[in-house]
């Protein structure tokens, strides 16, 4: 069984045992065993597309979301976001001119993460840009934003550029790559992450009468400023609303514990392509649907993916894995 | 099974005693803030929060992660109408979906909409609440009107609030939707560099 392939709870005898030095062992396998870097770099190139073209978006108009006479004045952005160390290098940029060339620096970091040139200094800056548009503009932030940071988080932690990447090719290192440390800390990192996005969106949604009684997604449904497709032909079928309602909120609460079983994780999986595609096509929010979809990459095994991608792929799995 | 080639590789005791410490601060900045904040939350959350603000603020970890909850709720837009400099009027709204392209832009768009409209209280709300709440959304309005004046090359802009009406199954089928909620957000014009 490879280090991808096995069930990456880890070492099975340690969680099994109750003792504190079984749950020290649980932690030390859970974080610690090397692991393929093959998701990060899927995760890299994925992120760093949605986040050049996220600073594309944001170049549109960029004087409005970071000048000083945009949406909303420097000077007001702690009645939005009042977190000390709520920092942004759009703070010290009046001109318009510094201002295009710093959204500038974040859409050229993410092309080169994309691509895999000089990775971790990409990944750094790229989550820079990142936390600076969204603490700069708060007010025109929503769930990708809040996305793209838990992904570039662990892409700055792990050895995102270890294959599929021009640093390695420019190495003359070939596309395998061997496992590590970092690897799992970076993977692990997004996917528990991942798990508590869920988890709350889950739980707060056990809040609204409309999730319990099925209707909810007919909220969505219907409202106009959210469609780019008309979904309303659903009216006629109240149990349908309520079945696809009822499969949204049970997966999301479900997600956190029901990802890690290999025998539900596929399940899992397949659900959030459907949810996540959906809300894409249905709602317009399709930069959150692949975001999301990319965070969900964490939980794909490396020897899946080098299954999915072997027409693309000649290369062996990594030494240390069989 | 891992092969000892990649057993070697390893981290000692001490960096990961090192990296566990970095990883519970980490991921307590991730759990905390939800657990904080919207509300409901508990005093405890926030007491458990504030050691952790500086490293959730620089990361950019404040989030509820309360997608569509607790219900999904009507489409907001705001409404503006400017007076030219020649007396002449346009119009418009945020978001314009058809002219706010790509789609992304729309959605920062609308953004605005929604995050002000969660600060406006209804039109029929108690006085002293709508003029308590004024005090919240009155600087980001501002901000609103004066970038609609910088766009249009207006004197003045008047905005208003509209709540579309969001439909239910019944009513789309009978093809009878209801009106959608205005609540006025005031004029404004350019006065000593801002709108007023």
Redesign the interface.
């Known amino acids: ?1 490879t ?1 991808s392939g ?1 069930d990456r709870l880890g070492n099975a005898a340690a969680i099994g045992d109750a003792r504190p030095q079984g749950w020290l062992a649980a ?2 396998a859970f ?4 692991a393929d870097p093959l998701p990060l770099a899927a995760i890299r190139i994925a992120t760093g597309l949605i986040l050049a ?2 600073s594309l ?2 170049l ?2 960029a004087d ?2 970071f000048g000083p ?5 420097a000077e ?1 952005v702690w ?3 009042d ?5 942004s290098w759009y703070f010290a940029a009046i001109s318009p001119n510094t201002i295009r060339a710093l959204a500038g620096v974040t859409l050229a970091a993410a092309l080169m993460l994309a691509a895999g040139l000089a990775t971790p200094l990409a990944a750094v800056v790229s ?1 820079a840009g ?2 600076s548009a ?2 700069r ?10 996305t793209l ?2 992904l570039l ?1 662990g892409l700055s932690v792990g050895p995102a550029g270890a294959c599929w990447s021009l640093d390695r090719l420019l190495a003359g290192q070939g596309r395998g790559a ?4 970092r690897a799992n ?1 970076a993977l692990r ?1 997004i996917q ?2 991942l798990c ?2 869920y988890l ?2 889950g739980c ?8 319990w009684e099925g209707t ?5 449904v ?5 469609r ?1 497709l008309d979904l ?1 032909g ?3 079928h ?1 149990l349908l ?1 309520n079945a696809l309602t009822l499969t949204t909120l049970w997966w999301e609460i479900g997600y956190a514990a029901l990802i890690w079983p290999r025998l539900t994780r596929r399940a899992f999986l397949a659900v959030a392509v459907a949810v996540h595609l959906g809300i894409g096509l249905a709602m ?4 959150f649907g692949l975001a999301m979809l990319t965070a969900n990459l964490a939980f794909v095994p490396a020897d899946t993916m080098r299954r999915l991608f072997r027409p693309l792929m000649s290369s062996p799995p990594p ?4 | 099974m891992l092969d000892d080639h990649a057993i070697t590789r390893r981290w000692p005791m001490a960096l990961r005693a090192v990296a566990s410490i970095a990883i519970v601060v980490y991921l307590a900045a991730v759990v905390v803030p939800p657990l904080a904040g919207p509300p409901p939350a508990s005093r405890l959350a926030n007491l458990v929060l504030q050691p952790l603000r500086p490293l959730v603020g620089a990361v950019y970890l404040g989030h509820g992660y309360r997608f569509f909850a607790p219900n999904p709720g009507p489409g907001h837009s705001i409404r503006w109408v400017a007076t030219l400099p020649d007396g002449t009027t346009r119009s418009g709204a945020i978001p314009d979906a058809a002219a706010d392209w790509p789609r992304l832009l729309y959605h920062r768009r609308f953004m605005v909409a929604e995050k002000i409209d969660a600060l406006v209280p209804p039109a029929d709300a108690p006085a002293e609440v709508r003029q308590r709440a004024k005090a919240a959304w009155l600087p980001l309005v501002k901000g609103v009107a004066g970038n609609v004046l910088r766009h249009t090359g207006a004197t003045t802009v008047r905005l208003e609030r509209v709540e579309h009406y969001l439909p239910d199954p019944e009513e789309v089928t009978a093809g009878t939707p209801g009106a959608d909620a205005i609540t006025p957000l005031g004029s404004y014009a350019w006065a000593e560099g801002g709108p007023r």
């Open positions: 069984m280090a096995r932690w030390d974080w610690f065993t090397p073209w996220s978006v944001w549109c108009d409005a979301f006479r945009g949406w909303l004045p007001q009645r939005m976001n977190q000390p160390w709520q920092w989550l990142l936390v969204a603490n503009a708060p007010l025109n932030t929503f769930g990708l934003d809040d940071g838990l988080v061997t496992p590590s440390v800390v990192i528990v992450h508590v996005v709350f969106s707060g949604k056990l809040l609204g009468e409309s999730w909810a997604l007919w909220g969505a219907a409202n106009a400023q959210y780019t309303t659903l009216a006629p109240p609303v317009g929010m399709m930069e030494p240390g894995l069989p």
